[in-house]
């Protein structure tokens, strides 16, 4: 289709400057495809084209996507599509229509994200279908065909970039009549736009004010282009926005919670950002997961820079139309003047500001460190865990002060940094909360915090429907009524069986000075029989402590093989032997003291505390054991695993009756105690045969395709596209022992030994409660 040009009255004034003999004739024609060569998404857009002389024509592309400009003046033309989407799409409404940062979304985008990508991958094609009679072929984007683009992924690698190079050939005042046009937009015609002389003048000197980035796609005259424009889709971590615990969360948020520790990332890093836009370069950072990789389709695995050259960890992705991905915010001075522009100094919001917080540069800070974003239908809010000697010194401050959100009394140091994430989070959901679920998650240090942030949301009307929280290797955070008044809250809580850091605090810390502990541990040394039964009392967490846990624990337990190969269940024992592991360590050493390392080593040293090394491998683990046992209609655990798993919780029992019988033939002096002590000894005898039933019942269960995937279950886009892609990584198709539950013993041993070194696997193996470490 074309159009006649504007008329003469209708051109932009240049102030009687006529140049020479300005010709006519020319004839451009163009063509939007998508990869597949098709033009009918893109059929009916309106475009606006603008020659070298600056008349502006209008039209709408045909059904074939195709549109054509007759008798222009000769001399390149430029081609935007900058139709505003008019449609009644909620999702896009609601994004044009938000009271912050509304985004200028366009027809074309909107078709774009219909569009689906020719190869899987994303990768850009090499041809098109639709390419033949033309002239030029070029791959472009979204971004380079309308004019405000900051909300847009940046540009991917390409086969046939534009030539950028035809844009020199306009004239330098008709790049400043261009400028004094993009800013009241083309879709009026050209019309009421004002080049003053002044603005004339100063081009011809070459003073003219820098010129933005040129907008639009130049094309050479008297030739037709094909246009692939590449789909506007991008990648989100799979998570499930259900109370339900899955397998798939479970994993997918360990990554999230180990991001939390890594930069935001974003460039320039000063504040104000006095640039007129920011990038996110840096690998791994947060900003360049959400802000830059994820929306151009790159699927990203490393969440932590101890990761380079060591295994992927890739997350679950699902390809969502553009707008559906996981948001960080556009940063445009323009656009968004009332809270970009520099001159806002400290005031001013950018994407860094927005999404992540860092109060360890202040004066006052708390070293605390969170991000959040969100998407149409979930709010992802990470905590970040110990990192440094300032969280240690909070991790330590153990005082119990009152929860004024609540009821009972929490972690001093843990609640004062609760209170600048929550600060920092009620910011984030006034400007965009608008019902979504909110999925919390933290490690550590972070994910105490993520508790009590969590029940401060929960206590607040506006968010009290929709919480769900997933913690990793979390020490205690509130009292018993704490915990009791937040029963409400779902909170699915994962232990390492070797992680000391959610045995703490114990009852001696709760002081606001650390002379008890001190003074316990003096005891401790002075008298060693007396120390180790102090220390298992506050380990097993039976006489009402002050600090204890809040959630529903599940629980890594370890098994070994006499081939040295490993395995691991996730399930939920029901004694403390198993919950705290220091429990068992002191246990184990009835004729000295149990040998745990200070607090800060433990935290800085302890291998199973850590997410890259032992929390993350755990979920895949799992994730991957759930698979299989979905898929071939088994049990999580294997009858050799249940037998070894059982002798050692039958070990543990005659431990506690070996250490009840000294308690009986103690000295008298200690007489006052010992009838506490025997009844708690009593009580974790009788949770570990609990323990046992559960595991028993854990042997014979069957899971479904919702306890793996949760809401995605049963969604053809999963079986499809999502799981497939995920399984194509070598390191998702490794059978590793970790992963996969050992088979059980049967008359095939023989060739089993033979595969594994001349060993049978389950073969008996008395297994001690401290060889678990």
Same mark, same amino acid.
């Given at each position: ?19 020479? !003999? ?241 930069? *935001? ?65 556009? *940063? ?99 400007? *965009? ?87 316990? #541990? ?15 009392? #506050? ?35 029901? !004694? ?57 209609? !088994? ?76 809401? *995605? ?61």
């Amino acid at each position: 289709m074309s159009l006649a040009p504007l008329k003469d009255s209708d051109k932009p004034s240049f102030d009687g400057r006529i140049h020479t !003999c300005p010709l006519r004739g020319h004839s451009t024609s163009f063509q939007l495809v998508d990869e597949l060569g098709d033009g009918k998404p893109y059929a009916g857009l309106a475009y606006v084209v603008t020659d070298y002389e600056d008349v502006v024509y209008t039209g709408k592309l045909d059904a074939t996507g195709s549109g054509k400009v007759d008798n222009h003046y000769c001399g390149p033309v430029v081609l935007k599509l900058n139709q505003p989407y008019e449609g009644q799409d909620k999702t896009y409404v609601r994004l044009k229509e938000r009271k912050h940062y509304p985004l200028p979304i366009t027809e074309l985008q909107v078709r774009a994200e219909r569009t689906r990508f020719r190869h899987k991958s994303g990768v850009r094609t090499h041809s098109n279908p639709a390419r033949g009679k033309d002239d030029n072929y070029y791959q472009v984007e979204v971004r380079e065909l309308v004019e405000f683009d900051a909300h847009l992924p940046p540009l991917v690698k390409r086969n046939h970039a534009p030539n950028s190079h035809v844009f020199s050939l306009f004239r330098q005042e008709s790049q400043v009549i261009s400028s004094k046009v993009q800013q009241t937009g083309f879709l009026d015609g050209g019309k009421n736009q004002i080049v003053t002389p002044n603005d004339l003048a100063m081009a011809a000197l070459g003073f003219a004010p820098p010129a933005r980035p040129p907008r639009g796609i130049a094309l050479m005259p008297s030739r037709r282009t094909v246009l692939e424009v590449r789909p506007l889709r991008a990648l989100r971590p799979m998570l499930s926005p259900s109370n339900d615990f899955c397998a798939l969360n479970l994993y997918q948020l360990a990554l999230m919670s180990t991001l939390s520790y890594s930069d *935001f990332g974003q460039q320039p890093i000063s504040h104000p950002v006095e640039t007129d836009s920011v990038s996110f370069p840096l690998q791994p950072s947060i900003g360049n997961w959400f802000g830059d990789a994820l929306p151009k389709f790159d699927e990203l695995w490393q969440v932590d820079a101890a990761q380079a050259g060591g295994k992927a960890y890739y997350p679950l992705y699902e390809e969502v139309p553009y707008s559906k991905r996981l948001e960080v915010v556009p *940063f445009d001075p323009e656009l968004y003047s009332e809270v970009n522009s520099p001159s806002l100094g400290k005031k001013q919001e950018n994407p860094a500001s927005i999404h992540c917080f860092d109060d360890s540069a202040a004066d006052d800070g708390t070293d605390t460190q969170a991000f959040i974003t969100h998407h149409d239908t979930l709010m992802l809010i990470s905590i970040r865990g110990t990192a440094g000697g300032a969280d240690a010194l909070r991790d330590m401050d153990a005082t119990q002060v009152p929860f004024k959100q609540g009821v009972g009394k929490v972690h001093n140091g843990f609640y004062g940094a609760a209170k600048v994430a929550f600060d920092f989070a009620i910011r984030y959901l006034e400007k *965009f909360y608008s019902g979504q679920k909110l999925v919390i998650t933290g490690h550590s240090l972070g994910g105490a915090i993520a508790l009590i942030v969590s029940e401060m949301l929960r206590r607040d009307k506006r968010y009290a429907a929709d919480i769900v929280l997933y913690t990793y290797g979390a020490p205690r955070a509130g009292d018993k009524v704490f915990v009791e008044g937040a029963k409400p809250l779902m909170h699915h809580r994962i232990v390492n069986h070797n992680d000391p850091v959610p045995s703490v605090p114990s009852t001696w810390m709760n002081t606001s000075t650390q002379w008890e502990y001190i003074a316990q #541990g003096v005891v401790t040394v002075l008298n060693p029989a007396v120390g180790v039964s102090w220390f298992v009392l #506050g380990m097993i967490n039976i006489l009402g402590e002050p600090y204890t846990h809040h959630g529903t624990l599940r629980h890594f337990m370890p098994v070994y093989f006499n081939t040295g190969v490993k395995s691991s269940i996730l399930w939920k024992p029901g !004694c403390s032997t198993i919950n705290d592991h220091g429990c068992a360590v002191a246990l184990k050493a009835t004729d000295g003291l149990p040998e745990r390392g200070t607090f800060l080593r433990q935290v800085f040293d302890n291998a199973d505390h850590k997410m890259v090394v032992s929390y993350i491998p755990n979920c895949w683990a799992s994730l991957r054991r759930w698979q299989e046992a979905l898929d071939s209609n !088994c049990s999580l655990v294997t009858g050799d695993e249940f037998n070894q798993v059982d002798e050692a919780l039958k070990n543990a029992k005659r431990q506690l009756l070996t250490l009840e019988s000294r308690l009986t033939a103690s000295s008298d002096r200690y007489k006052d105690t010992k009838a506490a002590e025997k009844a708690a000894l009593q009580q974790e005898y009788d949770n570990i045969e609990t323990t046992r039933t559960r595991l028993g019942t854990l042997r014979g269960d069957r899971i479904s395709e919702a306890d793996v995937y949760g809401l *995605f279950a049963g969604l053809p886009e999963l079986i499809e596209d999502d799981l497939p892609r995920w399984k194509a990584h070598a390191e998702n198709r490794r059978q590793e022992q970790l992963a996969m539950a050992p088979p059980a013993a049967d008359d095939d041993d023989r060739a089993i030994a033979v595969i594994t070194g001349g060993h049978t696997v389950g073969a008996p193996y008395l297994l001690d409660i401290d060889s678990m470490a």
